[in-house]
T-cell receptor, first 114, second 115 residues
């Protein structure tokens, strides 16, 4: 089976750094995605990791450790507009199709305070 | 491209009524996905299509749910009869592929309320 865990909610201060963790258990890991979802809107793609290590993209970075089944999303220089839910999603080969479909965590609701 | 387009944005219906949700994927995308999002269960994959053919519908909760993709630019998700527990946000997404770093592009969703 598949299982993806993320904290339900987090709060941080404008200008600070926040790390959102994600742990997963899948039988056919084939990549990990982070999506951002503002309230009432569609999820939008943030990052992709398939090899161990850190991927940096501006203020956002994503880290993956396949041996630990662990990823985190790091947001630097937080802005009020970063208040949103952050969804961790794993592509699992055993879940539909030869390459696997995305299994989403329930998301972490981040609130950025002034 | 305008992105994935879903209609309606909001739907309120009475229990027992038929509900049809519509989706237009991004042109050129071979994969189309229907997801349902609730607070309790998060984002769940219901069914996906590859080149208009349903590949995996194991996420469809019951026989009351059905989905079609008559051509590359249109898909429907139908619930008949609808029940209050079907209340959720239904997202359609499309992608170039279902492998590697191919990302899914989501529509704005349909917020369904069954009373």
């Amino acid at each position: 089976g598949q299982n993806i865990d993320q904290p339900t909610e987090m709060t941080a201060t404008e200008g600070a750094i926040v790390q959102i963790n994600c742990t997963y258990q899948t039988s056919g890991f084939n990549g990990l995605f982070w999506y951002q979802q503002h309230a009432g809107e569609a999820p939008t793609f943030l990052s992709y990791n398939v090899l161990d290590g850190l991927e940096e993209k501006g203020r956002f970075s994503s880290f993956l450790s396949r041996s630990k089944g662990y990823s985190y999303l790091l947001l630097k220089e937080l802005q009020m507009k970063d208040s949103a839910s952050y969804l961790c999603a794993v592509r699992d080969r055993s879940y539909g199709g030869s390459q696997g479909n995305l299994i989403f965590g329930k998301g972490t609701k981040l609130s950025v305070k002034p | 491209d305008a992105g994935v387009i879903q209609s309606p944005r909001h739907e309120v219906t009475e229990m027992g009524q038929e509900v049809t949700l519509r989706c237009k994927p991004i042109s050129g995308h071979d994969y189309l996905f229907w997801y349902r999002q609730t607070m309790m269960r998060g984002l769940e994959l219901l069914i996906y299509f590859n080149n208009n053919v349903p590949i995996d519908d194991s996420g469809m909760p019951e026989d009351r749910f059905s989905a079609k993709m008559p051509n590359a630019s249109f898909s429907t998700l139908k619930i008949q009869p609808s029940e209050p527990r079907d209340s959720a946000v239904y997202f359609c997404a499309s992608s170039l592929a279902a492998q590697g770093r191919a990302e899914a592009f989501f529509g704005q969703g349909t917020r369904l309320t069954v009373v």
